[in-house]
C-alpha cells in the first residue's frame, strides 16, 4: 500500500454541503460560498502529494481510501484514479463523485461529496482544529 498525509485545519465557513465534490485547500481563508472545501491551510496541494502515490494513482484504477480526521472522529471516501490525472494545480486538491478532471482532481467515482459527510465531522471542522488527511492507494 502506498500513502500519503496531509495536515490541514479547521474553519468557520465550513459548510460542507456540495452534492458532488470535496475539496482541501492550501488557503487559509475560505467564504461562506466555498460549500465544497472541508479543510484549509492544509500543508499540501495536490501537486505536493508523494510521487509515488500519484504514480500509483494514474497507473492504477484500483480504489482509493481518502481519510479525513479531527480529533476522535473521523471518514473514509472511497475513490478511484485515473491515467488523465495531472496533478498540477498548486493550492488546491478536490474529490469528486463525477468523472471530471481538472488539474485539482485527486479522485473520482468518489462515494461521498462534501454533503455526504457525518455531520458531526463537519461540526468538528469547523473549528480551528487540527485536520489529517490520508490517502491510500490499495493495489
Request: glycine share 4%.
Amino acid at each position: 500500500m502506498l500513502s500519503d498525509t496531509i495536515h490541514a485545519k479547521g474553519h468557520n465557513n465550513i459548510s460542507a454541503t456540495h452534492r458532488t465534490t470535496l475539496q482541501i485547500t492550501k488557503d487559509p481563508h475560505i467564504s461562506q460560498k466555498a460549500d465544497c472545501i472541508i479543510a484549509v491551510s492544509a500543508d499540501k496541494s495536490i501537486s505536493e502529494v508523494k510521487s509515488d502515490v500519484k504514480a500509483a494513482l494514474t497507473a492504477n484504477t484500483a480504489n482509493v481510501r481518502l481519510t479525513i480526521q479531527s480529533g476522535s472522529l473521523s471518514e473514509e471516501i472511497i475513490g478511484r484514479g485515473s491515467s488523465t490525472l495531472t496533478f498540477t494545480d498548486t493550492s488546491d486538491m478536490v474529490v469528486r463523485k463525477s468523472t471530471f478532471i481538472s488539474s485539482r482532481t485527486l479522485l473520482i467515482h468518489a462515494n461521498k461529496g462534501a454533503r455526504d459527510l457525518d455531520r458531526k465531522l463537519v461540526e468538528k471542522l469547523k473549528r480551528p482544529d487540527d485536520i489529517i488527511i490520508t490517502i491510500d492507494v490499495d493495489f
